[in-house]
């Protein structure tokens, strides 16, 4: 047995049979934040602080499978420069050469920064505890820059940006003047889905002053404060930044159900059209217009997925989670994929599975049950299903058991953004790759292998 398989058995005894994992996906959820403005990110700190928080780019592997890749992937971001003052044994030691080394990087990031330039301090564990206090330098060397200083107070990093980010946009301009029939959306993942939201919303006559959450721009905030009315979306990963957000722009807040699917992204626009004064039967005939070309499409497909089964592996405890949008990223899973007519089987993991309140009576279901690692095995190889849910990005698990994987990373919002993700879940659900070839993917013994 190798280390991490004995690490992954001992010390995590059930990681095998996690799936789903909105706790781990929670702890990079930083990785969303897509800079509007020219970034410059100083880490100060041993370099090793940085491996816990590795940054996935989208062009490199993550282990993740985050539900914002495509969001990000059809984002176009400002520059982004990352320096490191990479502190060794002696630097910590000596503490005013641990100060020098990260006050020389901050006055090279401020004699190159522009204007409307972020530089984010970001101070490591090591330099907390050695009691440096680099804000006096701050003033020093960037009186023009825009600077944001991240210690490790405990606070998450993208809340803190979020919050700095609103501070430093209000220090000029803090009066308001909304504008009838403008919103901004805040929480909605960026790239073409987002984009096609808002041009539903223009043919309704409502104008988009921003969007925002995750990220944050300059340019967006000072637009902002034209919307009469902030549209929220209702997951937990930020609700945080979009709370703190709807307390410094303080207009009138709506959650409606997120546009996920047909039937919800229609409700979605006429809950819209009705908070910003607009006749519902308007959001109806935009609805109508735009998803009349799109229908025989989508009929073609529901006929296409007749049959079709997808698998998702959970804990007693995660079959709330799952079932309730707030822990999927805002997306109606179950709903979504029931209006493309697609099946499910559920595999439990419990010991005692008597007192279970399962989820096959709401959606069109089986359930079977394992309490250990060949059970589980077998199950997914022996399974019906031709794709199995999971959030780490390449499953061998799933790709020995000969069946393909999907995650909330296919999903996308408005009528568009529906029939993308019908399509890309049809072809991973056709994808004969792992049935043929699954024998020959992962180890044996353990998915660890």
């Not at 907390?128 to 107070?153: C, M, N, Q, V």
């Not at 960026?190 to 988009?208: F, P, T, Y």
């Not at 034209?226 to 410094?248: P, V």
Request: net charge neutral.
């Amino acid at each position: 047995m190798s280390v991490l398989n004995y690490v992954l058995h001992t010390a995590l005894q059930d990681l095998w049979a996690r799936f789903f994992c909105p706790e781990d996906i929670q702890r990079h959820r930083r990785t969303s934040f897509v800079p509007e403005n020219p970034t410059t990110d100083i880490m100060h700190g041993d370099l090793e602080c940085r491996y816990t928080f590795p940054w996935f780019d989208g062009k490199t592997v993550p282990f993740w499978n985050f539900p914002w890749t495509i969001a990000n992937q059809e984002t176009k971001p400002a520059a982004y420069k990352l320096l490191f003052t990479d502190l060794n044994e002696t630097e910590v030691t000596e503490g005013q050469k641990s100060l020098k080394k990260v006050e020389d990087s901050f006055r090279l990031a401020a004699q190159e920064a522009r204007p409307d330039d972020i530089i984010m301090l970001n101070s490591a564990c090591v330099p907390d505890l050695t009691g440096e206090d680099p804000t006096p330098f701050l003033p020093k060397h960037g009186e023009k820059i825009k600077s944001i200083y991240r210690a490790s107070d405990g606070r998450d990093v993208a809340y803190s940006t979020t919050e700095e980010m609103i501070k430093k946009s209000s220090e000029k301009q803090k009066d308001f003047s909304p504008e009838p029939k403008t919103v901004n959306l805040v929480g909605y993942p960026g790239g073409k889905a987002r984009e096609e939201l808002v041009s539903l919303l223009n043919q309704a006559g409502i104008s988009v002053a921003a969007c925002v959450v995750p990220s944050l721009g300059f340019e967006a905030l000072r637009l902002a404060r034209k919307a009469s009315l902030n549209i929220m979306i209702g997951h937990r990963l930020f609700e945080s930044e979009s709370k703190d957000f709807a307390l410094q722009f303080p207009t009138h807040s709506l959650t409606p159900p997120a546009p996920y699917g047909i039937k919800a992204g229609r409700l979605w626009l006429e809950a819209v059209c009705e908070a910003a004064g607009i006749n519902r039967q308007i959001a109806q005939e935009v609805w109508g217009k735009n998803w009349s070309p799109l229908k025989s499409r989508w009929e073609n497909l529901v006929s296409q997925s007749r049959g079709r089964r997808l698998a998702f592996v959970l804990s007693p405890r995660q079959i709330p989670q799952i079932i309730d949008s707030r822990w999927t990223f805002a997306i109606p899973m179950f709903e979504m994929l029931s209006e493309m007519g697609f099946d499910f089987d559920f595999l439990i993991f419990s010991k005692n599975h008597l007192k279970l309140k399962l989820p096959n009576a709401q959606f069109k279901a089986s359930v079977d049950f394992f309490s250990k690692e060949e059970e589980l095995n077998r199950l997914l190889k022996e399974g019906a299903f031709d794709a199995v849910y999971s959030d780490y990005f390449f499953d061998r698990r799933i790709s020995r058991a000969g069946k393909a994987q999907f995650s909330l990373s296919v999903f996308e919002a408005g009528p568009w953004g529906a029939l993308r993700t019908f399509e890309r879940l049809l072809g991973i659900c056709r994808l004969p790759f792992y049935r043929e070839y699954g024998r020959y993917l992962g180890g044996r013994n353990s998915w660890a292998d």
